[in-house]
Protein backbone atom coordinates (compact mmCIF):
# COMPACT_ATOMS: atom_id res chain seq x y z
CA UNK A 1 0.00 0.00 0.00
CA UNK A 2 2.07 3.19 -1.38
CA UNK A 3 -0.81 6.03 -0.76
CA UNK A 4 -2.63 8.18 -2.98
CA UNK A 5 -0.26 9.65 -4.93
CA UNK A 6 -0.62 13.29 -7.35
CA UNK A 7 1.32 14.55 -9.85
CA UNK A 8 2.61 17.24 -10.09
CA UNK A 9 2.49 18.68 -6.38
CA UNK A 10 2.68 21.99 -7.37
CA UNK A 11 1.66 24.04 -10.79
CA UNK A 12 1.77 27.34 -11.81
CA UNK A 13 0.24 28.29 -14.91
CA UNK A 14 -0.83 31.73 -16.72
CA UNK A 15 -4.32 32.08 -17.19
CA UNK A 16 -5.82 30.64 -20.41
CA UNK A 17 -3.11 27.59 -20.46
CA UNK A 18 -4.33 24.45 -20.15
CA UNK A 19 -3.07 22.21 -17.50
CA UNK A 20 -3.49 18.88 -16.49
CA UNK A 21 -3.24 16.34 -13.14
CA UNK A 22 -2.54 13.08 -12.57
CA UNK A 23 -3.57 11.06 -9.67
CA UNK A 24 -2.58 7.46 -8.87
CA UNK A 25 -5.13 5.42 -6.44
CA UNK A 26 -4.27 3.01 -4.43
CA UNK A 27 -3.88 -0.38 -6.48
CA UNK A 28 -7.00 -2.44 -5.62
CA UNK A 29 -9.19 0.54 -4.90
CA UNK A 30 -12.52 0.82 -7.68
CA UNK A 31 -13.49 4.27 -6.70
CA UNK A 32 -11.96 7.38 -7.30
CA UNK A 33 -12.79 10.95 -6.11
CA UNK A 34 -11.62 14.77 -7.24
CA UNK A 35 -11.95 17.10 -4.50
CA UNK A 36 -11.29 20.90 -4.71
CA UNK A 37 -10.16 23.01 -1.70
CA UNK A 38 -9.36 26.69 -1.65
CA UNK A 39 -8.06 28.80 1.36
CA UNK A 40 -9.95 28.44 5.03
CA UNK A 41 -12.12 26.32 3.16
CA UNK A 42 -12.84 22.74 3.49
CA UNK A 43 -12.62 20.15 0.27
CA UNK A 44 -15.16 20.51 -2.14
CA UNK A 45 -16.52 17.34 -4.25
CA UNK A 46 -15.98 17.86 -7.97
CA UNK A 47 -16.41 14.40 -9.41
CA UNK A 48 -16.03 10.69 -9.08
CA UNK A 49 -15.65 7.16 -10.46
CA UNK A 50 -16.13 3.54 -9.53
CA UNK A 51 -13.70 1.71 -11.98
CA UNK A 52 -13.63 3.44 -15.46
CA UNK A 53 -17.13 4.75 -15.36
CA UNK A 54 -17.63 8.66 -14.08
CA UNK A 55 -20.81 8.25 -11.94
CA UNK A 56 -21.64 11.95 -11.32
CA UNK A 57 -20.25 15.21 -11.57
CA UNK A 58 -20.44 18.31 -9.16
CA UNK A 59 -22.38 21.70 -11.02
CA UNK A 60 -18.73 22.98 -9.85
CA UNK A 61 -17.27 20.97 -12.25
CA UNK A 62 -17.56 23.34 -15.15
CA UNK A 63 -17.21 22.74 -18.65
CA UNK A 64 -13.79 23.71 -18.73
CA UNK A 65 -12.61 20.80 -16.58
CA UNK A 66 -12.94 17.25 -17.51
CA UNK A 67 -12.01 13.86 -15.53
CA UNK A 68 -11.15 10.49 -16.97
CA UNK A 69 -9.79 7.30 -15.83
CA UNK A 70 -9.07 5.07 -18.55
CA UNK A 71 -8.68 1.13 -17.59
CA UNK A 72 -10.50 1.83 -14.10
CA UNK A 73 -6.39 2.57 -12.66
CA UNK A 74 -5.17 6.19 -12.94
CA UNK A 75 -7.30 9.20 -13.61
CA UNK A 76 -6.74 12.55 -14.85
CA UNK A 77 -8.02 16.16 -14.25
CA UNK A 78 -7.73 18.78 -17.02
CA UNK A 79 -8.69 22.07 -16.69
CA UNK A 80 -9.02 24.09 -20.03
CA UNK A 81 -8.39 28.30 -20.89
CA UNK A 82 -7.80 28.54 -16.91
CA UNK A 83 -8.81 31.16 -14.39
CA UNK A 84 -7.40 32.89 -11.48
CA UNK A 85 -10.64 31.33 -9.78
CA UNK A 86 -9.47 28.11 -10.51
CA UNK A 87 -6.25 28.65 -7.84
CA UNK A 88 -6.67 25.78 -5.56
CA UNK A 89 -5.51 23.03 -3.56
CA UNK A 90 -7.13 19.74 -6.09
CA UNK A 91 -7.25 16.42 -4.30
CA UNK A 92 -7.60 13.10 -5.40
CA UNK A 93 -9.15 10.79 -2.99
CA UNK A 94 -10.02 6.68 -3.50
CA UNK A 95 -11.51 4.25 -1.86
CA UNK A 96 -12.64 -0.02 -1.99
CA UNK A 97 -16.39 0.14 -2.09
CA UNK A 98 -17.98 -2.13 0.61
CA UNK A 99 -19.39 -1.62 4.27
CA UNK A 100 -16.91 -0.04 6.25
CA UNK A 101 -15.47 2.43 3.06
CA UNK A 102 -12.66 4.38 3.92
CA UNK A 103 -11.51 7.19 1.47
CA UNK A 104 -7.69 7.82 1.57
CA UNK A 105 -6.31 10.94 0.14
CA UNK A 106 -3.51 12.53 -1.68
CA UNK A 107 -1.27 15.61 -0.70
CA UNK A 108 -2.84 17.16 -3.75
CA UNK A 109 -1.64 19.93 -6.16
CA UNK A 110 -1.87 23.22 -5.55
CA UNK A 111 -2.72 25.23 -8.82
CA UNK A 112 -1.84 28.83 -8.76
CA UNK A 113 -3.05 30.92 -11.94
CA UNK A 114 -1.34 34.33 -12.70
CA UNK B 1 -29.00 21.66 1.47
CA UNK B 2 -27.11 19.64 3.57
CA UNK B 3 -23.99 21.20 5.18
CA UNK B 4 -21.52 20.90 7.88
CA UNK B 5 -20.94 23.72 10.27
CA UNK B 6 -17.96 23.93 12.88
CA UNK B 7 -16.58 26.10 15.20
CA UNK B 8 -13.67 28.82 13.59
CA UNK B 9 -10.15 28.46 14.60
CA UNK B 10 -7.04 28.32 15.50
CA UNK B 11 -7.74 26.98 18.63
CA UNK B 12 -4.47 27.23 21.01
CA UNK B 13 -4.12 25.35 23.92
CA UNK B 14 -1.20 24.11 25.98
CA UNK B 15 -0.10 20.56 26.01
CA UNK B 16 -2.49 18.05 28.71
CA UNK B 17 -5.11 20.42 27.88
CA UNK B 18 -9.03 19.02 27.26
CA UNK B 19 -10.42 20.19 23.41
CA UNK B 20 -13.35 20.24 21.94
CA UNK B 21 -14.14 21.27 18.25
CA UNK B 22 -17.84 21.61 17.69
CA UNK B 23 -19.47 20.11 14.73
CA UNK B 24 -22.54 20.83 13.76
CA UNK B 25 -24.76 19.02 10.53
CA UNK B 26 -27.88 19.72 8.48
CA UNK B 27 -29.40 16.67 6.53
CA UNK B 28 -32.01 14.87 5.24
CA UNK B 29 -32.24 11.88 7.21
CA UNK B 30 -28.85 10.21 9.09
CA UNK B 31 -26.03 10.71 7.55
CA UNK B 32 -22.98 8.99 8.29
CA UNK B 33 -20.56 11.63 9.87
CA UNK B 34 -16.58 11.96 10.27
CA UNK B 35 -13.48 13.46 11.34
CA UNK B 36 -10.75 13.95 9.27
CA UNK B 37 -6.93 15.47 10.20
CA UNK B 38 -4.31 17.09 8.09
CA UNK B 39 -1.11 17.20 9.08
CA UNK B 40 1.19 19.40 8.18
CA UNK B 41 2.33 18.84 4.83
CA UNK B 42 -0.01 15.23 4.39
CA UNK B 43 -3.53 14.33 3.16
CA UNK B 44 -6.28 14.56 5.14
CA UNK B 45 -6.41 11.34 7.28
CA UNK B 46 -9.59 9.65 8.05
CA UNK B 47 -9.52 9.61 12.34
CA UNK B 48 -12.99 8.40 13.21
CA UNK B 49 -16.50 7.93 12.17
CA UNK B 50 -20.06 6.91 13.24
CA UNK B 51 -23.06 5.38 11.07
CA UNK B 52 -25.93 6.00 13.28
CA UNK B 53 -27.73 7.82 15.88
CA UNK B 54 -25.63 7.56 19.59
CA UNK B 55 -22.61 5.98 17.74
CA UNK B 56 -19.56 6.84 19.44
CA UNK B 57 -16.70 7.13 17.20
CA UNK B 58 -12.47 7.07 18.54
CA UNK B 59 -9.46 6.67 17.56
CA UNK B 60 -5.62 8.04 19.05
CA UNK B 61 -7.81 9.41 22.43
CA UNK B 62 -9.66 11.50 20.56
CA UNK B 63 -13.77 10.43 20.79
CA UNK B 64 -17.43 12.08 18.71
CA UNK B 65 -20.83 11.08 19.50
CA UNK B 66 -23.37 11.29 16.91
CA UNK B 67 -26.24 13.11 18.20
CA UNK B 68 -29.07 13.02 16.30
CA UNK B 69 -31.11 15.53 18.76
CA UNK B 70 -28.87 18.38 18.42
CA UNK B 71 -27.47 17.27 15.14
CA UNK B 72 -24.01 17.28 16.28
CA UNK B 73 -20.53 15.25 16.31
CA UNK B 74 -18.26 17.21 18.67
CA UNK B 75 -14.64 15.87 18.64
CA UNK B 76 -12.97 15.45 22.25
CA UNK B 77 -9.86 14.89 23.68
CA UNK B 78 -9.00 14.65 27.23
CA UNK B 79 -5.34 15.60 27.03
CA UNK B 80 -3.85 17.31 23.99
CA UNK B 81 0.10 16.96 23.00
CA UNK B 82 1.97 18.70 20.55
CA UNK B 83 2.03 16.29 17.70
CA UNK B 84 -1.99 16.81 17.78
CA UNK B 85 -1.40 20.02 15.85
CA UNK B 86 -3.16 19.97 12.75
CA UNK B 87 -6.38 21.16 10.90
CA UNK B 88 -9.33 19.08 11.50
CA UNK B 89 -12.07 18.90 9.66
CA UNK B 90 -15.87 17.42 10.16
CA UNK B 91 -17.76 15.93 7.65
CA UNK B 92 -20.51 14.35 6.83
CA UNK B 93 -21.62 12.14 3.80
CA UNK B 94 -24.33 13.17 1.08
CA UNK B 95 -27.75 11.82 0.72
CA UNK B 96 -26.58 9.31 -2.43
CA UNK B 97 -23.42 8.33 -0.22
CA UNK B 98 -21.20 8.89 -2.81
CA UNK B 99 -19.32 11.80 -1.18
CA UNK B 100 -18.43 14.02 1.72
CA UNK B 101 -19.67 17.59 2.85
CA UNK B 102 -16.85 18.75 4.83
CA UNK B 103 -16.52 21.55 7.15
CA UNK B 104 -14.30 24.93 6.62
CA UNK B 105 -11.96 23.07 8.88
CA UNK B 106 -10.08 23.94 12.44
CA UNK B 107 -6.54 24.77 13.00
CA UNK B 108 -5.30 23.54 16.16
CA UNK B 109 -2.06 24.96 17.70
CA UNK B 110 -0.73 22.97 21.02
CA UNK B 111 2.70 24.33 22.77
CA UNK B 112 4.64 22.78 25.06
Known amino acids: DTGVSQDPRHKITKRGQNVTFRCDPI?????LYWYRQTLGQGPEFLTY????????KSRLLSDRFSAERPKGSFSTLEIQRTEQGDSAMYLC????????????FGSGTQLSVL | GDSVTQMEGPVTLSEEAFLTINCTYT??????LFWYVQYPGEGLQLLLK?????DKGSNKGFEATYRKETTSFHLEKGSVQVSDSAVYFC???????????FGKGTTLSVSS
Open chain 2, 27 to 32: ATGYPS
Open chain 2, 91 to 101: AQENQAGTALI
Open chain 1, 49 to 56: FQNEAQLE
Open chain 1, 93 to 104: ASSLRGKNEKLF
Open chain 2, 50 to 54: ATKAD
Open chain 1, 27 to 31: SEHNR
